[in-house]
């Protein structure tokens, strides 16, 4: 595992913020850590870089303890809320961050990561020129100087449009195509659930959801079926053998069926060809990630 925690806990003050948070992140992933506001993300991606210690628990990211020294060295981090000097250029922003890193200047390497987020040619401009969007970019672009094994991404697309988000988006997924693992956090779902493998959720700093996206979203799944009038003997084969919740077909020849997963399509297909249904549609439909969040995050709120 390339991010590896057990019982990972912080206390500030004697406020829990983050309370026994297991991670397993595999290698070449992209991974999401979500929650609400105030759930613990931010404080947990601190204690994966070593900015902040936890008060429990343990951890290892790139195969190290947390803090050491060579993980960090090859590590890409993008905290949520973050100022940069506006006087500086955007050359002068990737020379500094490349000291920081304990890297040479490279102009080819400022090239490089200039052009993978859309920035190249506005380099000689003063930060404070930027726009919100520009200075996010400009953000991954640090991030990405170290050309790291692991990306620690705390809010990437807060402040991009439509077009800023596809780019990042894109950006992800040829990093993890190039072997990085990406660890994101984010609140915009439906880019989560466009670029990420497996997910984490958080609330009140505890686990309430994890696992891989694709166990996740077809835990529920349900069909919608477009046809001409089912007979009363097909519609209560369909009730008693895959959903007795059925409601009966609407005006517009169209009915529900929640099923236990996408494999009975095709004896739902087969039952209603053999019954001379006309079928002019059937679609499989799964829960989209943020009903899920939306259940799990309201369930821990009421508990």
Known sequence: ????????????????????????????????????????KSTCIKMLTGLVF???????????????????????????????????????????HSSLYRLKKDPARNKRVLERVGLLGQEKFKVGTYSKGMQQRLGIACALLPDPELLLLDEPTSALDPVGRKLVRDII????????????????????????????????????????????????????????????????ILKNRFDASIKPQGSDGELFLKLNSKDEVPDIAELLAASSVRIFELTPRHETLESVFLKVVDKEADA
């Open 173 to 236: 997924l040829s990093l993890q195509r190039e072997g990085t693992t990406v660890f994101l956090n984010s609140h915009l779902l439906s880019e989560v659930e466009a670029v990420c493998n497996g997910i984490t959720i958080i609330s009140k700093g505890v686990v309430v959801k994890s696992g891989s996206m694709s166990d996740i979203l077809q835990e529920k799944v349900s069909l919608s079926i477009k046809c001409s009038n089912i007979s009363e003997s097909v519609y209560s």
């Open 54 to 96: 936890p008060t429990a628990g343990k951890a290892t990211v790139l195969g190290r303890p947390l803090g050491d020294a060579k993980a960090r060295e090859k590590m890409g981090y993008l905290p949520e809320l973050f100022r940069f000097q506006e006087w500086m250029t955007g050359t002068d922003l990737l020379d500094f």
């Open 1 to 40: 595992m390339l991010i590896e925690a057990e019982g990972l806990s912080k206390i500030y003050y004697g406020k829990v913020a983050v309370e026994s948070v297991d991670l397993a992140v595999q290698k070449g992933q992209v991974y999401g850590f979500l929650g609400p506001n105030g759930a613990g």
